[in-house]
T-cell receptor, first 113, second 117 residues
Framework: AQTVTQSQPEMSVQEAETVTLSCTYD???????LFWYKQPPSRQMILVIR??????QNATENRFSVNFQKAAKSFSLKISDSQLGDTAMYFC??????????FGAGTRLTVKP | GAVVSQHPSWVICKSGTSVKIECRSL??????MFWYRQFPKQSLMLMAT?????????EQGVEKDKFLINHASLTLSTLTVTSAHPEDSSFYIC?????????????FGPGTRLTVL
């Protein structure tokens, strides 16, 4: 079975600073996808960034980037120039090639003014 | 693009009644949709995978006779909670799978808060 571990239940960062959220996973699959989703207080799940396991290059989306270490099974999210609107729960997710997705427990991020 | 809607956004019902939740992909076709359940301050737990034109696949421990899923079209999946009880009160979230060139991605609906009295 695939497991996703987010070891930081809560984190905080000052506005405009950079923060990194950790995620590790365990799988025997060779082909899979990794995602970070954001869930603000509205509870709408919003896709932040995704990474294909076969790609060595780390994905980036504006202020969001990942550090994907396949051998270490690590998939951290870096948020640069943090904004107040980034305050939310962040979930790391693993999806197998059959589209079965599993989520980590989440990290609650608070951006302080 | 990739918008998914859910209806209703919240519902309160009496114990023993049935409640239907709709999940629609508004701007793309989805042969596969998923239903999740989220308890307060917890992560999403997959309940079942809904496939258009075929039976849903349920996760271990999820009662298929209690949580009826119908994926009648490429844009609509429904979850019916039958004979609801207070322990069924939760936040239910659906997602629709968008097939992409690089990666398939799940896009989520806004969720439905169910309260069973």
């Amino acid at each position: 079975a695939q497991t996703v571990t987010q070891s930081q239940p809560e984190m905080s960062v000052q506005e405009a600073e950079t923060v990194t959220l950790s995620c590790t996973y365990d799988t025997s699959e060779s082909n899979y996808y990794l995602f970070w989703y954001k869930q603000p207080p509205s509870r709408q799940m919003i896709l932040v960034i995704r990474q294909e396991a076969y790609k060595q290059q780390n994905a980036t989306e504006n202020r969001f980037s990942v550090n994907f270490q396949k051998a270490a099974k690590s998939f951290s999210l870096k948020i640069s120039d943090s904004q107040l609107g980034d305050t939310a729960m962040y979930f790391c997710a693993f999806m197998k090639s059959n589209n079965d997705m599993r989520f980590g427990a989440g990290t609650r991020l608070t951006v302080k003014p | 693009g990739a918008v998914v809607s859910q209806h209703p956004s919240w519902v309160i019902c009496k114990s023993g009644t049935s409640v239907k939740i709709e999940c629609r992909s508004l701007d793309f076709q989805a042969t596969t949709m998923f239903w999740y359940r989220q308890f307060p301050k917890q992560s999403l737990m997959l309940m079942a995978t809904s496939n258009e034109g075929s039976k849903a696949t349920y996760e271990q421990g999820v009662e298929k006779d209690k949580f009826l899923i119908n994926h009648a079209s490429l844009t609509l999946s429904t979850l019916t909670v039958t004979s609801a009880h207070p322990e069924d009160s939760s936040f239910y979230i659906c997602s629709a799978l968008l097939h992409g060139g690089a990666a398939d991605t799940q896009y989520f609906g806004p969720g439905t808060r169910l309260t069973v009295l």
